[in-house]
């Protein structure tokens, strides 16, 4: 039977990557993604600029939505400092079994928890699932149409304190328009958009990173 393109980039991984070395990962996926077979990872580019906003965060608590095989998950957990929490969130649980397998080879198991689910039947759910009271940062990855709804539940559900940053992948393509429009007119929102490219192309793409005022 055919392998699907998760199960081959997780081959990638496991034939060309450290255990336990998390930077190997992130290399053989953007090297496996170049070479082979496009995939819908947030990608070198767009990552290191992910990379600086979490390093500048420096975030306790760590949300994202959207897992895909993990590649952002391990670009920020390999930057988290001991004992901070990234939760992530993943619909799709063909997804959701290489994420595991892709987090487990980097040995980042310890700071990330995996659920499969919907974003807007888990968010009401955070703080008695998890304890958590709000969030440092919320990495925005998974459906499109997906990120406004779930950025006014999070406001609703109190997820978000004064100084949470959301930071979003994918602003202009495929795009997120009524997201941008929002956080870029709301009041509650101060905004930033970082230009780059739609991961391993020549596509403009960029990242929002939008500070909520509380
Ligand atoms: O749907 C996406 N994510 C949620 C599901 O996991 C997604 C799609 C694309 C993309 C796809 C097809 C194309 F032609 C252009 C872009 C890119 C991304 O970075 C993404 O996160
Ligand atoms: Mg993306």
Redesign the pocket.
Known sequence: TQSTRPQRLLGAVQKNATRGDPRSVVQAIDQFCRQKEWA????DEKGCILDSVVSEVNPATVLEL?T?CGYSTVRIASLLPPHAKLITL?F?PD?AAIARQVIAWAGLEDKVHLIEGASGDWIPKMTEQFGVKTFDLVFL????DRYLPDTMLMEECGLLRKGSILLA??VI??GTPDYLEYVRSSPRYESQYFKSH??YTK?E?GLEKSVFLG
């Open positions: 819908m990872n947030v990608g959207g895909y993943e799709n997804f990855d998974h459906w499109k992948d994918n393509c495929p739609l991961e596509v793409d």
